[in-house]
């Protein structure tokens, strides 16, 4: 049956399923980020850590350059966390708790913690009685090498050490890096 206009009547589940797709379109949200262990559509396991590869990223609002960009971050190497996926683009949070999303091309696989909270301690060895090598301040953002249990061997600025992971961001508690 049509209306003189030619229009045919949708039903009640047609027109809710109509309303939902209109309002994830006109409001650009996405389903909430997996589960840990979930797979992404890269097959990488999420959520995950990666840097920034440029020493400029621009945080979306949505997964597209339609999206308005809601922040710039300008420090490469800052450790991000991939919490979710869609086509080129990735959901990410920054150390600071924020979430948008990136292109996958300004992301970086290198791993990177940046130092929080005070002052920490770089080490000559994995443990808190071995001789300091440097001293670094809360922003400093350190190359990661290898990660055990509870520590990582880490560089920057031409040293090498070890950090407790508890230290800085950018490394689960859990996981091992080889």
């Known amino acids: 049956m049509t209306d003189p206009a ?11 399923a109509a309303a939902a797709l209109l309002c994830t ?9 997996p589960q840990a262990a979930a797979q ?10 990666v840097s920034l590869k440029s020493d400029e990223a621009r945080m979306r609002a949505g997964p597209g350059d339609q999206y308005p960009i809601e922040w710039v971050y300008r420090r490469r190497g800052l450790p991000v966390e991939v919490v979710a996926e869609f086509e080129h683009w990735r959901r990410v ?5 924020t ?17 929080q909270g005070e002052i920490r301690t ?3 060895e994995p443990a808190t009685w071995a001789p300091p090598v440097a001293r670094l301040e809360p922003g400093v953002i350190v190359d990661v090498q290898t990660c055990d249990q509870e520590w990582c061997h880490v560089s920057v600025a031409g040293r090498e050490g070890w950090l407790r992971k508890v230290e800085g961001w950018g490394v689960y508690p859990d996981e091992r890096i080889e």
């Open 6 to 16: 030619g229009r045919r009547p949708i039903s009640c589940r047609r027109r809710r």
């Open 99 to 115: 979430e948008g999303w990136m292109h996958r091309a300004l992301l970086s696989a290198q791993r990177t913690i940046v130092i």
């Open 25 to 33: 379109l006109l409001l650009g949200t996405i389903p909430a980020a």
């Open 40 to 49: 992404s559509e890269t097959s990488q396991s999420l959520p995950r850590f």
């Open 122 to 124: 770089m080490h000559a």
């Open 93 to 97: 949070r920054a150390p600071d708790r």
